[in-house]
């Protein structure tokens, strides 16, 4: 079954970069890869969006290798609010239609 | 900034009843989406508008309909809830294809 699949959990320190990983072997050609941040209660954030190589903002950096079938969100230098889920959105050809999946998120633990 | 609301944040309703979920953006937004949002199955998209009038079915549409009368507006439907839907719903709106979808804050629904 074609979906995304990122690590349930991860933990870090305050002042730590890091590093999220999502697969999607089955990515759509034309479609963008868009990370999304989200607290208790609340909608997702968006945080960034890429297509291919390096994408950078204030908030994060986005690697997407030349495949395109894994990207891999960066926080540069974690801080305690950064403590949230953490979820990829991709096109994905399913069945031969081009279906948006959100993978299942990242709980980071950012520590003190 | 892009704003979606969402009518209630939380929701208590009873087996068999008739329920709204309304959700309206700001932006002019063309493509309006509703996804569930459960633990350990991450989002999952119920509906989606193209355009006024317009719909499609996502992932999950059983015991759900949806209704787009006007451009800013798109409500969910449930026709006779059951607790299985007893959920978190969440209502997102974007300009177009590979454009940026904005989140609403969700409504937190239970089904006794």
């Known amino acids: 079954l074609a979906k995304t699949t990122q690590p349930i959990s991860m933990d870090s320190y305050e002042g730590q970069e890091v590093n999220i990983t999502c697969s999607h072997n089955?990515?759509?050609?034309?479609?963008?890869i868009t990370w999304y941040q989200q607290f208790p209660s609340q909608g997702p954030r968006f945080i960034i969006q890429?297509?291919?190589t390096k994408v950078t903002n204030e908030v994060a950096s986005l690697f997407i290798p030349a495949d395109r079938k894994s990207s891999t969100l960066s926080l540069p230098r974690v801080s305690l609010s950064d403590t949230a889920v953490y979820y990829c959105l991709v096109g994905l050809m399913i069945s031969g239609y081009n279906k948006l999946i959100f993978g299942a998120g990242t709980r980071l633990a950012v520590h003190p | 900034d892009v704003k979606v609301t969402q009518s209630s944040r939380y929701l208590v309703k009873r087996t068999g009843e008739k329920v709204f979920l309304e959700c309206v953006q700001d932006?002019?937004?063309?493509?309006m989406f509703w996804y569930r949002q459960d633990p350990g199955l991450g989002l999952r998209l119920i509906y989606f508008?193209?355009?006024?009038?317009?719909?499609e079915k996502g992932d999950i549409p059983e015991g759900y309909s949806v209704s787009r009368e006007k451009k800013e507006r798109f409500s969910l439907i449930l026709e006779s809830a059951s607790t299985n839907q007893t959920s978190m719903y969440l209502c997102?709106?974007?300009?177009?294809?590979?454009?940026?979808?904005?989140f609403g804050p969700g409504t937190r629904l239970l089904v006794l």
């Open positions: 089955n990515i759509a050609t034309n479609d963008y």
């Open positions: 890429g297509y291919k």
């Open positions: 508008s193209y355009d006024v009038k317009m719909k």
């Open positions: 932006m002019d937004h063309e493509n």
């Open positions: 997102a709106s974007r300009t177009g294809p590979q454009e940026t979808q904005y």
